[in-house]
């Protein structure tokens, strides 16, 4: 299953694409761009950016024993 669809390089983002919400399985328009080494800002939204939702994907740390 693909969550994040159709997205293209625009400068320091990605743009012009789709994420799925999982609980709905609605699809929205996307944009996302990295924040920082493990960080990724991802907003979904409907029509303008304005009309959305602003998440936050972490990398989890890689812990060796």
């Known amino acids: 299953m693909n969550i994040l669809t159709g997205l293209e390089e625009d400068g320091d983002q990605w743009s012009r694409g789709k994420v799925l919400e999982p609980r709905n399985g609605k699809a929205y328009k996307c944009c996302i761009k990295l924040e920082g080494a493990n ?27």
């Open 39 to 65: 960080k990724l800002k991802i907003r979904g939204y409907i029509g303008f950016t304005l009309i959305g939702k602003t998440a936050y994907w972490e990398r989890p740390e890689l812990i060796l024993e």
